[in-house]
């Protein structure tokens, strides 16, 4: 079967979402479901996307340029800040120490952390001999969350060019956030708790956590060459300009990357960087034991709930058109899934955390796996 066909077949499929959209000529299913969004809500800057399955012989690109990105020519390969999905490279960073013994998953944090830093968590009320390295990965700790506090979010809204440093925002999450839990008890999403991870992979390894984590993950051999540290590593001189990133009426393309930038987010990437990083990570490409990715793949430890998606070791772990997937989403309506079954990895950004419909980019990434599944099902049945 031929890929134009393939394509033709899920566009079929796609018709029934796409009621707004204009046809774009030459485009793949990708395009149009990308137009789709910026028409629901004019205000998302861009969408881009891209759908790799080796297995099925796909790789779609699509992308959709809103009133707020001027200019001409492709967006599809130009960066943007990733946020959150920056936590899966910390992840994996921190099982390649673990694979080679240079920390434990289930040693407590008081081990690795400096003084200072524990300090800061006893004056909130924390005791980091009971939290371990394997609950700041799976968001068990009970830590509070800076990144969603009242108080962050006014402090950066009111100057985004502060420059600011991890311990200042660890310092917030204990002055004003509230313990989630004991250890190991519930499932709470902490930004904090990747800063720490980022400290922690810091002393282990002696540098910086950019220098840190493009080493142990091996950039290079993956071909990452458009993925860095904003701000703390050079970007490369091929990169293209950034893409805007719009917070509801406000245009923060410019606020200093600092705010998100120390663990819990700080990345800068492409849909093709993200996805052959995700299509590595999945594949057991990015450690050198088998047992290694087995571990980064654990469902969840403890119980959550099932009206969203649930959390493992490292995953959110979510069904997509009747596919069980592994993904991490990052504030920008940005997304990295992976659906084992369809050697399928998706990589998309709205580039804007709220659109005028809820879920959309959910909607769009489910919509990516329906035509994928189609043309699964049209191979079958020739």
Same mark, same amino acid.
């Given at each position: /079967?031929?890929?134009?066909?393939?394509?033709?077949?899920?566009?079929? %499929?796609?018709?029934?979402?796409?009621?707004?959209?204009?046809?774009?000529?030459?485009? *793949?299913?990708?395009?149009?479901?990308?137009?789709?969004?910026?028409?629901?809500?004019? =205000?998302?800057?861009?969408?881009?996307? #891209?759908?790799? *399955?080796?297995?099925?012989? &796909?790789?779609?690109?699509?992308?959709?340029?809103?009133?707020?990105?001027?200019?001409?020519?492709?967006?599809i390969? #130009?960066?943007?800040?990733?946020?959150?999905?920056?936590?899966?490279?910390?992840?994996?960073?921190?099982?390649?120490?673990?694979?080679?013994?240079?920390?434990?998953?289930?040693?407590p944090?008081?081990?690795?952390?400096?003084?200072?830093?524990?300090?800061?968590? %006893?004056?909130?009320?924390y005791?980091?001999? #009971?939290?371990?390295?394997?609950?700041?990965?799976?968001h068990? *700790?009970?830590?509070? $969350?800076?990144?969603?506090?009242?108080?962050?979010?006014?402090?950066?809204?009111?100057?985004?060019?502060r420059?600011?440093?991890?311990?200042?925002?660890?310092?917030?999450?204990m002055?004003?956030?509230?313990?989630?839990? @004991?250890?190991?008890e519930r499932m709470?999403?902490?930004?904090?708790?990747?800063l720490? !991870?980022?400290?922690?992979?810091? #002393?282990?390894?002696? *540098?910086? !956590?950019?220098k840190?984590?493009?080493?142990?993950?091996?950039?290079?051999?993956?071909?990452?060459? =458009?993925?860095? +540290?904003?701000?703390?590593? %050079?970007?490369?001189?091929k990169? /293209?300009?950034?893409?805007?990133?719009?917070?509801?009426?406000?245009? %923060?393309?410019?606020?200093?990357?600092?705010?998100?930038?120390w663990?819990?987010?700080?990345?800068?990437?492409?849909?093709?960087?993200?996805?052959?990083? /995700? $299509?590595?990570?999945?594949?057991?490409?990015?450690f050198?034991?088998? @047992?290694?990715?087995?571990?980064?793949?654990?469902?969840?430890?403890?119980?959550?709930?099932?009206?969203?998606?649930?959390?493992?070791?490292?995953?959110f772990?979510?069904?997509?058109?009747?596919?069980?997937? +592994?993904?991490?989403?990052?504030?920008?309506n940005?997304?990295?899934?992976?659906?084992?079954?369809?050697?399928?990895? &998706?990589?998309?950004?709205?580039?804007?955390?709220?659109?005028?419909r809820?879920?959309?980019?959910?909607?769009?990434?489910?919509? &990516?796996v329906?035509?994928?599944?189609r043309?699964?099902a $049209?191979?079958?049945?020739?």
């Amino acid at each position: /079967m031929r890929i134009s066909k393939w394509i033709l077949a899920a566009i079929g %499929v796609l018709s029934g979402y796409l009621c707004q959209a204009a046809p774009l000529a030459a485009s *793949s299913p990708l395009d149009h479901l990308a137009a789709e969004v910026v028409s629901n809500d004019p =205000n998302v800057p861009s969408v881009l996307a #891209r759908a790799y *399955s080796p297995r099925l012989g &796909i790789d779609w690109q699509g992308e959709a340029r809103g009133i707020y990105e001027k200019g001409a020519g492709p967006l599809i390969d #130009r960066p943007f800040r990733i946020a959150s999905v920056t936590k899966l490279f910390v992840a994996a960073a921190t099982l390649r120490l673990y694979e080679q013994g240079r920390l434990s998953l289930n040693a407590p944090i008081s081990r690795y952390l400096s003084e200072g830093t524990q300090r800061l968590l %006893v004056s909130g009320g924390y005791d980091p001999t #009971r939290i371990t390295v394997a609950n700041l990965l799976a968001h068990t *700790s009970g830590l509070a $969350d800076h990144a969603t506090l009242p108080q962050y979010e006014q402090a950066v809204f009111a100057n985004g060019q502060r420059r600011w440093a991890r311990a200042e925002q660890i310092q917030l999450a204990m002055s004003y956030g509230k313990k989630t839990g @004991e250890p190991g008890e519930r499932m709470s999403y902490s930004d904090t708790g990747y800063l720490l !991870l980022a400290e922690i992979i810091e #002393r282990r390894t002696g *540098s910086p !956590l950019a220098k840190s984590v493009r080493t142990l993950l091996r950039f290079q051999r993956l071909g990452l060459k =458009n993925t860095w +540290f904003e701000s703390v590593e %050079v970007q490369p001189s091929k990169a /293209m300009p950034r893409l805007i990133q719009r917070l509801g009426d406000a245009d %923060v393309t410019g606020f200093d990357p600092s705010f998100d930038l120390w663990g819990g987010g700080g990345i800068v990437s492409t849909v093709h960087d993200l996805v052959v990083f /995700m $299509d590595a990570f999945v594949k057991g490409k990015l450690f050198d034991r088998p @047992e290694t990715l087995a571990i980064a793949l654990a469902g969840p430890s403890v119980p959550q709930s099932q009206a969203h998606p649930v959390h493992g070791l490292v995953f959110f772990e979510q069904e997509l058109a009747g596919h069980h997937c +592994f993904s991490h989403a990052g504030f920008w309506n940005v997304d990295l899934v992976a659906c084992p079954d369809l050697d399928l990895t &998706i990589a998309v950004t709205l580039n804007q955390p709220a659109t005028l419909r809820r879920d959309e980019r959910t909607k769009l990434v489910e919509a &990516i796996v329906v035509a994928v599944d189609r043309v699964l099902a $049209d191979g079958r049945r020739d």
